[in-house]
């Protein structure tokens, strides 16, 4: 069982749809997957219930309940956790404890590069992360990739110690997919197929140790 942390201290990076989308492409894959939602607002669980009905359904598990672990069936393969906004690293330590790998979003904006900045001083200071022992990867998102704006903050965050795994433009098509409990990985048009390229590199840097 692989568990996947997806966090960043500042609101409205994209965490819940990278979330779900990592979910979403886990289980369409084949894996018996888990979306452990510990964000009070229950963004991830009403995704997750919207999509009950389908072959690839994402079991919704609390996650702001101390207890998550023991609702995680044995047969569990992979773990996708989806955090709150304001949560530095003494809010994530139960998760920074198991997770296999912690994704950071950061929007091109000076103010969501300087929020990105400190969370990262902040769970720095946690053991594993410190010592090396827990990857941690930026995720560029909700990019215009042709905008002055977009191109100097990708610059600035490859200068970051971290490495920068993917680069996802922005669309509308996430803000619809997620309503409907769906990902881009549920489709397979050419249009999608464009967008799904983007996710490519974040997948193979999660899966390069199994």
């Known amino acids: 069982m692989k568990t996947w942390l997806v966090a960043c201290s500042k609101g409205g990076v994209g965490k819940t749809t990278i979330a779900t989308h990592l979910a979403a492409e886990a289980a369409a894959g084949g894996l018996r997957t ?16 919207r999509r009950a009905g389908m072959a ?11 207890s998550w672990r023991k609702h995680l069936p044995d047969d569990t393969q992979r773990v996708v956790v989806d955090t709150p906004a304001g949560a530095m690293e003494r809010e994530l330590e139960p998760f ?10 950061v929007q091109p904006s000076a103010l969501d590069i300087e929020a990105a900045v400190r969370f990262l001083e902040s769970v720095g200071r946690h053991p594993r992360v410190r010592k090396g022992k827990l ?3 930026l995720v560029g998102n909700r990019l215009k990739p042709h905008t002055n704006a977009s191109q100097q903050a990708m610059e600035v965050l490859r200068s970051w110690p971290f490495p ?8 509308q098509a996430y803000v619809v997919l997620t309503g409907l409990g769906k ?3 549920d489709y397979h048009s050419a249009q999608v197929r464009e967008h799904q390229a983007d996710w490519e590199p974040l997948l193979h840097w999660l899966d390069k140790r199994g």
């Open 183 to 185: 990902s881009l990985f």
């Open 56 to 66: 690839s359904a994402v079991l919704p598990v609390d996650g702001t309940r101390k």
């Open 34 to 49: 888990a979306l452990v939602d510990a964000d009070p607002q229950g963004s991830a669980t009403r995704w997750c219930e």
């Open 135 to 137: 990857r941690l990867g």
């Open 96 to 105: 920074l404890d198991v997770a296999d790998a912690l994704v950071v979003p």
């Open 164 to 171: 920068l795994v993917a680069q996802l433009r922005d669309s």
